[in-house]
């Protein structure tokens, strides 16, 4: 190849690069808006057929594991399995500080997200929620994720969102232990339960406790030295 058709082709995989970091970005704040609302089944067709998600110390693997994740467990326990938006409820998460590593085959990427997270009920709706979860809490979370192109459409393969901490409003998060404690059962014995639970050593304690999370880029100074310690 002479040297102009090098750098035409360098460019054309540095926009191609851009484009698919813009696309993930997208797929990711889509997947944002559609949590908040409860839509179970719009989550889901942003996951590849085999796709899976880590909530909790337990994975839901396939469309199947989404929809009951996303569905069964959260819709049915904040909106009655109602799609939202839902009057008096506040359940809105915010997605942000995106770091997205495509690999040079533009097949896979991965995508580190921080999560902020406020919900609860208006006094006018209250009514027995307070059995399900505090009147008024914030959370934040990291997400470490996997992507995958089909088809040349981007999808999550995997979504891992490891909370970080809870919070009471009314009392903070000096006072407050998480509402939401690890998966204890599999699926089917807990209906709503995970298909798979992390083994011992990555089972993770819920807030006043916290959770590395890796980071699967290099450091921009210091190189590939930090990404293989994170390995």
């Known amino acids: 190849m002479s040297d102009t058709e090098n750098r035409l082709a360098e460019l054309e995989q540095r926009v191609g690069i851009l484009e698919d970091m813009a696309a993930i970005r997208r797929l990711h704040w889509a997947y944002g808006y559609y949590i908040d609302f409860n839509r179970p089944n719009e989550v889901a067709d942003l996951f590849a057929e085999d796709g899976a998600v880590v909530f909790l110390s337990g994975e839901y693997v396939g469309h199947a594991g989404v929809k009951r994740l996303y569905g069964d467990w959260i819709a049915g326990r904040f909106t009655g399995g109602k799609p939202g938006p839902v009057n008096g409820l506040l359940l809105d998460h915010f997605q942000m500080q995106d770091i997205i590593t495509v690999a040079p085959d533009r097949k896979t990427a991965k995508g580190r997200f921080h999560g902020i997270l406020l919900g ?5 709706f209250q009514d027995t929620r307070e059995e399900m ?5 914030m959370e934040a ?12 459409v981007w999808k999550i393969q995997r979504l891992d969102y490891m909370m970080q901490w809870q919070g009471d409003y009314e009392k903070g998060w000096a006072h407050t232990t998480a509402h939401l404690q690890p998966a204890e059962k599999l699926y089917p014995e807990d209906p709503l339960g995970p298909d798979r639970i992390l083994t011992e050593e990555h089972h993770r ?15 921009p100074k210091f190189g590939i030295a930090f990404a293989n310690e994170a390995k």
């Open 133 to 137: 979860m505090p009147q008024q809490f």
């Open 141 to 152: 979370g990291i997400y470490e994720n996997d992507y995958v192109n089909v088809d040349g």
């Open 120 to 124: 609860g009920w208006h006094d006018d």
């Open 205 to 219: 304690q819920t807030w006043p406790y916290r959770q590395d999370v890796p980071m699967h880029f290099a450091h």
